[in-house]
């Protein structure tokens, strides 16, 4: 790995800690579905760690009601293209790295081509059906999905990677109603989006033990971290049948 | 038998804890669902997403045993 005189300097408190492997991260590509509250927080700290190819990718546009909890943006970023104001955001954070954006909805049809060459799907998505299609995404490409979800004083994050382990289809019903929009307060996408970069960064280095199979459940109110282990679900519609 | 139903922030209020802050003691039918259990108790299945048992995920399909803590989940889908 070459890295620059620069980027020495910029790393160097991080190169330092065991097991860390810069030249993992900086050869690695991560597709962040969505960078909201969950994939606002997940993209910057990926950035700052050097992670090499990040992609990101919203529709939206940033409203006034997003800036309690959605780091990347500011009142001079309402209107704006949320992907735009993101990649100038995380390329001023880390500009040895490379962000691509794009605006388009995620759906089947997109994330074939959106998510084709990325070694780690990120979910910052806040809607239960565009994870299924993520999630059928990882299943059909074996692709690992970094799931992460918040509502009101809970979150949870699990690495699914179908079919070494169960999928989110394997626990979840994709018709299960949520009320709109979603509750939530800023610190909670943001402890929830951290765990996933954490656990996006040790994916990439190859680090064990990780929520691989498993579901961390956070309660910020109660301050409690449980994490549980998901079985793969014989009668999974998405899943099962497919030889691990 | 006697089960308890644990249930986090967001359930907690619909769950009337009685043994602690989180937590219900439950006389239930041995054999029930934790879905006929909730029924039983007037509480809707739909605002559980799943429930996790001794460090497991299970769905409200699960019959539990005498003693068990079983903790609710609530839909979780914001980012």
Redesign the interface.
């Given at each position: 790995m070459d890295l620059s005189d620069r980027e020495k300097e910029r790393y160097r408190r991080q190169l330092t800690v065991p097991l860390w492997d810069q030249s993992l991260l900086r050869s690695s590509a991560v597709f962040v579905a969505?960078v909201?509250?969950?994939?606002g927080t997940s993209a910057l700290y990926l950035a700052l760690a050097g992670v090499g190819r990040i992609r990101i990718v919203d529709r939206d546009r940033v409203s006034v009601s997003n800036l309690n909890r959605q780091i990347l943006f500011d009142e001079k970023s309402l209107g704006q293209l949320k992907v735009e104001e993101a990649g100038r955001r995380l390329r001023a954070a880390n500009p040895h790295i490379t962000i691509e954006t794009s605006s388009e909805t995620i759906d089947r049809g997109s994330l074939v081509r959106l998510a084709a060459d990325m070694s780690l799907l990120v979910?910052?998505?806040?809607?239960?059906e565009s994870?299924f299609v993520l999630n059928e995404y990882s299943v059909q490409n074996q692709v690992p999905y970094l799931y992460?979800?918040?509502?009101?004083?809970?979150?949870?994050v699990g690495l699914f990677h179908p079919p070494r382990t169960a999928c989110l289809a394997c626990?979840?019903?994709e018709n299960?109603?949520?009320p709109s929009?979603?509750?939530?307060f800023g610190c909670l996408?943001g402890t929830i989006g951290l765990i996933q970069a954490t656990e996006a960064l040790k994916y990439i280095m190859g680090l064990a033990p990780s929520l691989l199979g498993r579901?961390l459940?956070y309660?910020?109110?109660?301050m409690?971290f449980?994490?549980?282990?998901?079985?793969k679900n014989p009668a999974c519609p998405v899943c099962s049948g497919r030889a691990a | 038998m006697i089960i308890f139903f644990k249930a986090?922030?967001?359930l907690r209020h619909r769950l009337n804890p009685d043994v602690d802050?989180?937590t219900r003691r439950v006389e239930a039918d041995p054999g029930k669902s934790v879905k006929d259990i909730l029924k039983d108790l007037g509480l809707d299945p739909?605002f559980v997403?799943?429930v996790?048992v001794e460090?497991?995920?299970k769905?409200l399909d699960y019959v539990p045993s005498e003693g068990q803590t079983i903790?609710l989940?609530?839909?979780?889908?914001?980012?």
């Open positions: 969505g909201g509250g969950l994939g979910d910052g998505l806040d809607n239960v994870r992460g979800a918040v509502r009101g004083w809970q979150g949870m626990f979840l019903s299960r109603e949520t929009p979603v509750p939530v996408p579901l459940i309660d910020g109110r109660d409690t449980d994490p549980v282990e998901v079985a | 986090g922030s967001e802050y989180y739909a997403a799943f996790y460090g497991k995920v769905n903790t989940q609530p839909p979780v889908s914001g980012g």
